[in-house]
């Protein structure tokens, strides 16, 4: 196997993972940190006294440190990056990827889908968008960190699917604390509720590919049940909450959406035509 120079800036938990899994994987790996002691848990490492010296070490520089002040100032103090790779797999929005991407040309965007103790095994999965070339070139690379997948010419594309799933899991999240609160309020404990949440949470996503078909297509043909039905539900599950003393907020918020649908003339169709009312425009809620 070909092995290669690579830097990483950044040692925070995530940082630590990826240096450890290019080590492991036989690559000459030289390290940055703010505070340097962080080197001392990976021992093969190249440890450098500064940025611009961890950046000559490397054509491919990998980018982990967090918030998007953070990277501009760490890639401000690399000096020369002409030639080299920039592989940025810090969190931020896809707005700053593209701005990034101005930058610096041959600039990868990397949104990881995985925790830090699954770095550099089957179990992790990494998005990447930007410069299509440098990709190519250094895929054998970046999947000795986890499955690699190219999203597209766009620098904002990996930080958006971040983004997007984020929104999914702490929309699963708060609907399992919800329902949760309403069992508590019954003197049910939240353990016992787990099976039939994961249940629901496996039929929900079975409808998945269905329903994101629909989306692409534009067409919403009920298959389980009318968005007449689904209101219904919700309307249950928002009385239910206001007679236990729970918060009705978010299934309030759920049964708003789907009213909208309904008078936009989509209760006949399947709960996927609500996706029509997140889709209006909306002011940013501080």
Wanted: hydrophobic share 45%.
């Amino acid at each position: 196997m070909t092995k290669h120079a690579v830097t990483v800036l950044g040692l925070g938990l995530m940082g630590q993972a990826l240096a450890g899994a290019l080590l492991r994987a036989g690559h000459t790996t030289t390290v940055w940190n703010r505070s340097p002691g962080k080197a001392d848990a990976l021992p093969g490492a190249v440890v450098a006294g500064s940025v611009a010296e961890a950046v000559a070490a490397s054509p491919v520089v990998i980018v982990c440190v967090t918030g998007s002040a953070a990277v501009r100032e760490v890639l401000d103090a690399a000096g020369d990056l002409d030639g080299r790779v920039v592989v940025n797999l810090s969190s931020g929005a896809s707005r700053e990827a593209r701005e990034t991407a101005a930058r610096h040309g041959r600039y990868l965007d990397g949104a990881i889908m995985a925790a830090p103790s699954d770095i550099g095994t089957p179990a992790s999965a990494i998005v990447y968008s930007g410069n299509r070339a440098a990709f190519d070139e250094h895929e054998h690379l970046l999947r000795d960190l986890g499955a690699a997948t190219f999203l597209g010419d766009d620098p904002g594309l990996a930080a958006l699917h971040e983004t997007a799933v984020l929104g999914l899991m702490y929309g699963i999240l708060n609907g399992f604390l919800h329902s949760a609160a309403l069992l508590r309020a019954a003197g049910v404990p939240a353990e016992s509720f787990v099976p039939f949440a994961g249940a629901g949470i496996e039929t929900v996503a079975a409808w998945l590919p269905g329903y994101a078909r629909q989306i692409d297509e534009g067409r919403y043909p009920p298959v389980d049940a009318t968005l007449d039905t689904h209101l219904a539900a919700i309307d249950q599950v928002v009385q239910e909450s206001v007679a236990a003393g729970v918060d009705s907020g978010p299934p309030a918020f759920a049964r708003e959406l789907a009213r909208r649908a309904v008078a936009a003339g989509h209760g006949g169709d399947s709960y996927v035509s609500v996706i029509e009312q997140f889709q209006a425009p909306d002011k940013e809620r501080s």
